[in-house]
């Protein structure tokens, strides 16, 4: 994880700070306005809900006074008591108003609204008793004093105090109105410039926000990723960076440092394979070479042991007819001479014979059949029996393989043959066979209980032509158990001599398992 320096200023912190800074101008903008509008609720409610009941109260008031005195008018005119009625509901509606309009201004209401309520109350009141309630009583009082009140009545300039007074209430609770609108209109302005403000500083921050990003993201990654496909093409020297934000330099620089090391490795790696292609050359070359030398070696000992049959059976007869007719004719020492010749020929026919056979395995070859094991140690057990040979051999379970049958029959002829020949004095000899299955091969054991086989010979009793014992005492070339070995390296397996026996041999050879056969029963 790459760390960056305080003072570097990241994308992130870039963002945080716009945000932070967008933030901040508009919750002040949100605090004025809030303000600003819960002035303008109060200049609402004081238009809703006092200057304009007030209003219209002070009309009621205006409207109920000029009732009472043109009722008290007419009264003293006619002196009906009916048209009395005007007044007196006058005087209630009067006082209804004051009511509603000081109901409607409160305990905090407007002192000159309140002072001019206070004067028309008092107008009102002294009008009715220096003129209303004389007149009425007058009039009702009849002769020279209803005259006088008809007379007082007719002077309409004892209302014009009543009518001043009232029409200052409602100067004042006009003015009153007038001042409401005007202070809800300038909050309903502050709003309004807020809200477009709010909305300014929105789209700019908002045109900041994407300048920034494509500035400092979209344009870096673009080319940054231009610079990726050129090296994924296979430019591995192309040094990658980047400008824009911190975060993107630094990834930049994480992917140029990703790239020289995979350019590294590519350059080892091309160096490594161009190493082992040339070893894979010097290899096929050598084995090339390797192939035509086996080629030549057993084309070498085919025609030597083939070319050799020949003059050797000529020696061989020569010394037989020399050793027939001259037998007794001579002294004892050419006898000897005779028969060390022969024996020498025949010795190296046989020699011939098993290398010819060792050089055939594997060249002349008819092709890998299914070959069942039971029936190729009932051949090689009756084949024993007929040569004379002692001994028993047992097995059982013995699988089928896929194999030449010719060469598993030679591979099992030699390695009964050995268990039978070197078997100890005294001691009928026994053979057993035995198979079991592994990892995808057979292993197969052939065991004895016969003279057995020194550890420090493991190795050397599957070389070719390695005789552990003197001539006179077992007959043989020394290569039977070398035929074994290459019969069991063609069929794919391997052979090693088991030293964890107590008495007598134990060979082990793997060959090749079919996974569709199984040991019989």
Same mark, same amino acid.
């Given at each position: 994880m790459r760390l960056f320096a305080a003072d570097v200023w990241t994308l992130r912190r870039r963002v945080m700070a716009l945000c932070f800074a967008v933030g901040l101008v508009l919750a002040g903008l949100g605090l004025g306005a809030a303000i600003i509008a819960g002035h303008s609720n109060?200049?609402?409610?004081?238009?809703?809900?006092?200057? $304009?009941? &007030? *209003?219209?109260? $002070?009309?009621?008031? #205006?409207? /109920?006074?000029?009732?009472?005195?043109?009722?008290? *008018?007419? %009264? @003293?005119?006619?002196?009906?008591?009916?048209?009395?009625?005007?007044?007196?509901?006058?005087?209630?509606?009067?006082?209804? @108003?004051?009511? *509603?309009?000081?109901?409607?201004?409160?305990?905090?209401?407007?002192?000159?609204?309140?002072?001019?309520?206070?004067?028309?109350?008092?107008?009102?009141?002294?009008?009715? @008793?220096?003129?209303?309630?004389?007149?009425?009583?007058?009039?009702?009082? $009849?002769?020279?004093?209803?005259?006088?009140?008809?007379?007082?009545?007719?002077?309409?300039?004892? %209302?014009?105090?009543?009518?001043? #007074?009232?029409?200052?209430?409602?100067?004042?609770?006009?003015?009153?109105?007038?001042?409401?609108? /005007?202070?809800?209109?300038?909050?309903? $302005?502050?709003?309004?410039?807020?809200?477009?403000?709010?909305?300014?500083?929105?789209?700019?921050?908002?045109?900041?926000?994407? %300048?920034?990003?494509?500035?400092?993201?979209?344009?870096?990654?673009?080319?940054?990723?231009?610079?990726?496909?050129?090296?994924?093409?296979?430019?591995?020297?192309?040094?990658?960076? #980047?400008?824009?934000?911190?975060?993107?330099?630094?990834?930049?620089?994480?992917?140029?440092? &990703?790239?020289?090391?995979?350019?590294?490795?590519?350059?080892?790696?091309?160096?490594?394979?161009?190493?082992?292609?040339?070893?894979?050359?010097?290899?096929?070359?050598?084995?090339?070479?390797?192939?035509?030398?086996?080629?030549?070696?057993?084309?070498?000992?085919?025609?030597? #042991?083939h070319d050799l049959q020949e003059p050797l059976r000529k020696v061989a007869s020569f010394c037989q007819l020399l050793q027939r007719r001259y037998s007794g004719q001579l002294d004892e020492r050419a006898d000897q001479y005779i028969a060390f010749a022969v024996d020498g020929a025949q010795r190296m026919q046989q020699l011939i014979n098993d290398l010819l056979a060792f050089s055939r395995i594997g060249r002349l070859t008819a092709g890998f059949t299914d070959v069942d094991l039971d029936q190729v140690l009932t051949q090689v057990s009756e084949l024993q029996s007929r040569s004379g040979a002692d001994g028993r051999v047992e097995w059982s379970g013995l699988p089928t393989v896929e194999g030449e049958e010719t060469l598993l029959t030679t591979l099992f002829v030699n390695l009964v043959g050995n268990a039978l020949k070197f078997h100890r004095p005294g001691v009928p000899p026994l053979v057993r066979v035995s198979a079991e299955q592994g990892d995808h091969e057979w292993r197969i054991n052939v065991r004895d209980n016969g003279i057995g086989i020194e550890a420090e010979f493991a190795d050397k009793v599957f070389v070719i032509f390695q005789r552990l014992h003197p001539r006179d005492a077992y007959e043989g070339t020394g290569i039977g158990l070398a035929i074994v070995k290459k019969i069991v390296e063609y069929h794919g397996g391997r052979i090693w001599l088991d030293l964890d026996v107590a008495e007598g041999t134990s060979i082990w050879f793997t060959l090749p398992a079919d996974p569709d056969k199984e040991i019989p029963g």
């Amino acid at each position: 994880m790459r760390l960056f320096a305080a003072d570097v200023w990241t994308l992130r912190r870039r963002v945080m700070a716009l945000c932070f800074a967008v933030g901040l101008v508009l919750a002040g903008l949100g605090l004025g306005a809030a303000i600003i509008a819960g002035h303008s609720n109060e200049h609402i409610d004081n238009l809703i809900n006092r200057t $304009g009941p &007030m *209003r219209i109260a $002070g009309e009621s008031l #205006s409207t /109920a006074l000029v009732d009472q005195e043109t009722a008290v *008018r007419g %009264f @003293a005119i006619s002196g009906k008591e009916q048209n009395l009625q005007p007044y007196l509901s006058g005087r209630i509606a009067e006082q209804v @108003a004051v009511e *509603r309009i000081d109901k409607a201004l409160g305990p905090d209401g407007d002192p000159q609204i309140r002072a001019a309520l206070v004067g028309a109350q008092r107008s009102a009141a002294a009008w009715r @008793a220096a003129v209303a309630d004389p007149i009425i009583a007058a009039r009702r009082a $009849g002769g020279t004093e209803a005259a006088r009140a008809v007379q007082l009545a007719g002077d309409t300039t004892n %209302f014009d105090p009543v009518r001043t #007074s009232v029409a200052e209430l409602q100067l004042h609770i006009a003015e009153s109105r007038e001042k409401s609108v /005007a202070d809800a209109r300038q909050t309903a $302005g502050t709003l309004l410039v807020l809200e477009v403000t709010a909305a300014g500083i929105v789209l700019v921050a908002g045109a900041l926000l994407l %300048f920034l990003l494509d500035r400092m993201v979209t344009r870096p990654i673009v080319d940054l990723a231009t610079q990726v496909r050129e090296v994924a093409a296979g430019n591995y020297e192309r040094r990658i960076t #980047s400008g824009g934000a911190p975060e993107l330099v630094a990834l930049a620089a994480d992917v140029d440092a &990703m790239r020289r090391q995979i350019a590294s490795e590519l350059a080892e790696v091309r160096e490594a394979r161009g190493q082992v292609e040339w070893v894979n050359d010097q290899l096929k070359q050598q084995a090339d070479e390797l192939t035509r030398s086996n080629r030549d070696l057993e084309q070498f000992a085919y025609v030597a #042991s083939h070319d050799l049959q020949e003059p050797l059976r000529k020696v061989a007869s020569f010394c037989q007819l020399l050793q027939r007719r001259y037998s007794g004719q001579l002294d004892e020492r050419a006898d000897q001479y005779i028969a060390f010749a022969v024996d020498g020929a025949q010795r190296m026919q046989q020699l011939i014979n098993d290398l010819l056979a060792f050089s055939r395995i594997g060249r002349l070859t008819a092709g890998f059949t299914d070959v069942d094991l039971d029936q190729v140690l009932t051949q090689v057990s009756e084949l024993q029996s007929r040569s004379g040979a002692d001994g028993r051999v047992e097995w059982s379970g013995l699988p089928t393989v896929e194999g030449e049958e010719t060469l598993l029959t030679t591979l099992f002829v030699n390695l009964v043959g050995n268990a039978l020949k070197f078997h100890r004095p005294g001691v009928p000899p026994l053979v057993r066979v035995s198979a079991e299955q592994g990892d995808h091969e057979w292993r197969i054991n052939v065991r004895d209980n016969g003279i057995g086989i020194e550890a420090e010979f493991a190795d050397k009793v599957f070389v070719i032509f390695q005789r552990l014992h003197p001539r006179d005492a077992y007959e043989g070339t020394g290569i039977g158990l070398a035929i074994v070995k290459k019969i069991v390296e063609y069929h794919g397996g391997r052979i090693w001599l088991d030293l964890d026996v107590a008495e007598g041999t134990s060979i082990w050879f793997t060959l090749p398992a079919d996974p569709d056969k199984e040991i019989p029963g």
